[in-house]
């Protein structure tokens, strides 16, 4: 099966999570445009939804899902959002499309934050390069630092929403709570793509068309 059927069946199955009334975090990227229909076909009613991106925003507005500024609500019901890689552990690599920095701090706002994802993100531990997001100011500074801990390019992309040059930083991914403390201490990094298992309550798992939902132990 296509893995754009498996995010479908995934993002069918997180918005049969949502009820009415919460307020919901909406992540970014192509799963997650499996995820807005479902949510405004299923039409759970009086949902208060932030949008982590530009793109996702315009996409909600359009099939009809009510998206304000992420300044007024202070706390979430639930957050949805892909991954690029999910570790045995569930610590994620997210970030593919730039916009981890608000997508983190969504998940953190969610008391339950939920991941979306085709078979191929499921993988046995992590490789691919850490997203990052950096202050334009100091940015040549800021890159020699991040250089210390690994091969780091600047991505061929827009900055973000809130101005941050978008980079990814090829390191030694073996102790992942390392490597994100680390990258973390730099002044400049505004946030970078690696996240906790501390943050992930849910993580879903499309293999064809089995759903594989596995709750993180409380
Ligand atoms: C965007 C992300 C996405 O969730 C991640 O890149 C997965 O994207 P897709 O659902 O298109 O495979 O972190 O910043």
Redesign the pocket.
């Known amino acids: 099966m296509a893995a754009d059927d498996e ?1 479908r069946w995934a993002a069918q199955a997180a918005a049969d999570l949502v009820m009415d009334g919460m307020a919901v975090g909406l ?6 445009d499996h995820l807005l229909p479902a949510l405004a076909e299923l039409g759970p009613r009086d949902l208060r939804c932030v949008a982590t991106s530009e793109r996702t925003e315009r996409q909600a507005r359009e099939l009809g899902l009510p998206v304000e500024p992420f300044d007024q609500l202070t706390r979430l019901d639930i957050a949805i ?4 890689e999910i570790a045995p552990d569930r610590w994620l690599i ?7 920095t608000r ?1 983190k701090v969504v998940a953190a706002a969610a008391d339950r934050f939920v991941v979306i994802a085709d078979a191929s ?1 499921d993988v046995e531990r992590l490789s691919w390069a850490v997203p990052l997001e950096l202050l334009p100011f100091g940015l040549g500074a800021t890159l020699r630092a991040v250089g210390r801990l690994g091969d780091v390019r600047l991505r061929d992309a827009p900055p973000s929403p809130d101005g941050g040059v978008i980079a990814d930083v090829t390191a030694d991914l073996s102790d992942p709570e390392r490597l994100s403390a680390q990258l973390s201490a730099i002044p400049g990094l505004v946030d970078h ?1 690696l996240f906790p298992p501390a943050l992930v309550s849910d993580v879903i798992v499309a293999r064809g068309t089995a759903v594989d939902h596995r709750r993180a132990p409380r």
């Open positions: 995010k992540g970014t990227g192509s799963t997650v959002d892909g991954a690029d997210k970030g593919g499309g730039g916009a981890h997508e993100k793509g």
